[in-house]
Structure formats: C-alpha cells, structure tokens
C-alpha cells in the first residue's frame, strides 16, 4: 500500500532534522518511508491523507508494561507491591485460562492503537496467546518468558519456551523478543546467569523489574549477597544491552556508577510508582549521567492505563517539583523518552523512533484544534503537558493504518 501523508507538521524526532517543520509531506511505500519533503507528487492510487494543521511525529514507545494485565484495572488502590502482589494478583493469575490472557491482550492492544503508542515491551506469561492478539490487531511487540525461580529447573523451562516462540515466529516482522527476568528479588543467581548467557548467545537485550520500592531493594541485597543492588549489575550485565524498569530506589552514588555503564537503558513508570507509593525515580540525575531513559505504563493493574501521553505530563512535571526547578525536563527531551529514546532501549532504533527516510512507518497524527491544545504556543509543550491520548486521530504500523478519524480500522 503507498500512503501519501500531505501539508504535515512535522515533529520527526531525527537529529539530522528541524525539531518542527511545517506543510512537509511523507510518502510511504509498503512499509517504509520513502521520501519526506514538501510538494510531493505521487502515484494516483496513493492512499492521502490530508494532514493540514496537525502534528505528525514518531509513534510512541512503550517500554515497560504487562498487557493481559487490563483485567485488573483499579484493583490496587491502598496497597504497596509486595502486598498486592502477593494478596491481589498472583492468586488470581494462577487461575487465569488462555482465553482470558487473549481477550485482555486485545482490549489493550485497542487501547495502544487509540492512544498513539505502536510499540510495546511486554513482560507477562502465557506468551503465545499475547502475540497472537498483538499480530491480530497489528501492534508492534517486543515479549519475552518471563523468568522467575519458582522450581530448580526454571530457568530451563523458561528458555526452552523462549526458544520455541522465537522459532515459531522468526518471521513476523512486527514481533521480537528479549530475555525476561521478573526481578532480581524474584530470581536466584544461577538462574539469572542462565538468562544473561542465552541473551549474550542470541544477541538480545536482557529486561527487568529494578530497585521498584525499598523492600524489593533489601531482598536483592539478602539473595545476591551485595552491599548494593549496582553490584549485581556492574557484575553480570555489562557485556549485554539491559532495560531497569522502574529504577526508583537508588542512591545518588549508585546513579553515578549506572551511568558509566554504555549498556543500560531505564524504563520509567511515574504513575505506577506513584499509585504504589514507591516514590519517584531520579529522571533528572539519569539524563544528566547520559543514561538512555525511556517511558513506560507498566500494566493497568498499577498504571491505570496505556496512554502514554499521561506518562509524558506526569514525566515532567514530577522532575520539576521534586527538584524544584523548572528548568528540568524540558518537553522535547520527554518526547525523546516517548519515542527514540524507547527504540533505542529495544534495539530497534535503526528501524523506528524517528520520521526518516528509509525507516519502517510506525507514525501517528495528533489533531491540535481541539479546546484542551489551543491555542499553540509551544507545540513541544502542548503535545507533552496538554495533549490526551484521545488527540491522536490516526495511528499507523508498518505502514498499515490501524485508526483513521478515530475509527480502529482493525477486525
């Protein structure tokens, strides 16, 4: 299909760009971008899609979440994580079929082509029935079997199972996989080990729950045997490209030594951190070290919803008030977060992230005549601190239109 995007406003999150270009057009080939520039003259049976007065940019990366996990929607209020793991969900997850896991996926794949994000990593169990509701609905996904050390051979089973998924579906472009490890509290070392070596012999990125909230910070300490959580990092995860979800309970001197570490990436969830009462990660002392942080909701269970553009405004705001400092965060480092920035984390940044010739077309359009966005003062602002997820009006992946006007254009 050729898709010709005209008269856009562009934000297209490459560097070799202007921030903002205006009455730029974007022809799309199959899948790829083919040209961006101004008065582009295409074939007659090019789909237009006329995109005066609006916003194009990259769409959003979602780096951190549990899809299935819809189901349990508003089910934490007034309890911390340990606790509502252990009373709220794990019990119920033991009874959770493969038709529940699908039909969660689903609603939340909707959610992600409603709200501008086409890109999620995902991190739950019954993996099979999740990538079959994302290819279903046409969001990118990146997945994984989660591990946790629930028996002597788990890290055995996990990776067998990993194996068998990344064979069955090798040739789906819009799925890829990492090694999952729920948590180093979760998971003894061996196990972990098993995991860091099979990423190393697949060339994969290894993604994990980290330093959450203080609890899960004093077990990493009692099972790993280390002073600090950064030793277990500094000691197995250098060779190997690495995403810390969540990352709020470290030290400023911990920070630091993250920072010399080129391989790590940190997915941050301000709104699951704060429903929790985990506290807010250091997001500003992370750019400063020059460590690659992106954006996550983590799942609805704790972050309510998928809608990253909530992520964003709560992102920067939360710097600034901790640090009582306007200045920190400005809103197109935040858009960064939401969309390079996410591609990198996933090794995917030489595919999408950014608006450029010759990328994969995973872009969204954000209609700014609306009374919560006018009048346009700043327009990196606005789309970070005013725009909802109910401003995107069209959400393209891999070239494929999955809503147009608001309207899912997926079965």
Known sequence: MTILIKNANLISMDSSREKYEENIDILINDNIIEKIEKNIISANDAKIIDATGKIVMPGLINTHSHLPMSIFRETIDGFGLQEWLKEKIWPIEDKLT?????DATYLSCMEMIK????????????TDYIIKAALKTGIRLQTTKTLMSSSSDSAKIRLEELEKLMDTYKNEELISFNAGIHGLYTTNEEDTKEFIEFAKKNNMLVHMHFCENSQEVQDIRRNYNVDSPIEVIEKYFTKIPVILAHSVKLTDEEL?????????????????NLKLGCGVAKIQKMVDGKINVSLGTDGQGSGSNL????????TALLQKGINENPKNLPAFEVLKMATINGAKALGLDEKIGSIKEKKIADIIIINTNTEVMQPVNDIFSDIVYNAKGTNVETTIVNGKILMENRKIEVE
Do not use: A, Q, W
Request: aromatic fraction near 12%; hydrophobic fraction near 35%.
């Open 115 to 126: 709200t501008g994000c086409t890109t999620i990593n995902d991190m739950y169990f019954m």
């Open 98 to 102: 493969s038709e529940d896991i699908y």
């Open 307 to 314: 809608d990253m553009f909530e992520t964003m405004k709560f």
């Open 256 to 272: 630091e030594r993250l920072s010399r570490l080129k391989n790590v990436s940190v997915s941050h969830c301000p709104i699951s």
